[in-house]
């Protein structure tokens, strides 16, 4: 099986900008989640998404949104990005028929600079 | 609320030593915990979890875990390390609410010296 792929792996974008990024989870795997990793806050959780619905939301501004699509693909925009977004976003992948067995398969991430 | 501690931000270890890498935990009820690794430039590699059960859990790569309750403990061991195995460690835990994210520790920077 392939694994969770995110596009773009590198973006580069100017202060006030937005960015859309791309998850594509594991065949099967209808829970997507997304998380943001800083050296200063580590690795944060920003959302998940489950049959196209938002099902859980971390703490973030509404400047972070999310999408599911019927294929269980997923998207995250940022709008009015902030030098302060910069970070590494990494989707996960799930197939939560069981919760406690239930383990999140992580993309490589997408690497984001704000300048 | 459920959090994770890691206490060490780096730990070194010889080749072929014993290592352990130390998680603390806090969280209401019994916990869904899990290690991962991360490579440079890479994402998170699922290592092991503990569900529940027995308190000592194997996982990938050589890599085992004991769940200790009465010290809300889950510490990543593995009998002789690699040089293969320096990477950045996160403990995780999931609470049982039902909500489906991961609260994850700060990460220790484990260096395998040959």
């Known amino acids: 099986k392939a694994g969770v792929t995110q596009t773009p792996r590198y973006l580069i974008k100017t202060r006030g900008q937005q960015v859309t990024l791309s998850c594509s989870p594991i065949s099967g795997h209808r829970s997507v989640s997304w998380y943001q990793q800083t050296p200063g806050q580590g690795l944060q959780f920003l959302f998940e998404y489950f049959s196209e619905t938002q099902r859980n939301k971390g703490n973030f501004p509404g400047r972070f949104s999310g999408r599911q699509f019927s294929n269980s693909r997923s998207e995250m925009n940022v709008s009015t990005l902030e030098l302060g977004d910069s970070a590494l976003y990494l989707c996960?992948?799930?197939?939560?028929?069981?919760?406690?067995?239930?383990?999140?398969?992580f993309g490589a991430g997408t690497r984001l600079s704000v300048l | 609320a459920q959090s994770v501690a890691q206490p060490e931000d780096q730990v070194n270890v010889a080749e072929g030593n014993p290592l352990t890498v130390k998680c603390t935990y806090s969280v209401s009820g019994n916990p869904y915990l899990f290690w991962y690794v991360q490579y440079p430039n890479r994402g998170l590699q699922f290592l092991l979890k503990y569900i529940t059960g027995d308190n000592l859990v194997k996982g990938s790569y050589g890599f085992e875990a004991e769940f200790n309750k009465s010290q809300t403990s889950f510490h990543l061991k593995k009998p002789s390390a690699l040089v293969s195995d320096s990477a950045l460690y996160f403990c995780a835990v999931r609470p049982i609410t039902g909500a489906n994210n991961l609260f994850f520790g700060t990460g220790t920077r484990l260096t395998v010296i040959p």
């Open positions: 996960a992948s799930s197939n939560p028929a069981t919760l406690a067995k239930n383990i999140q398969y």
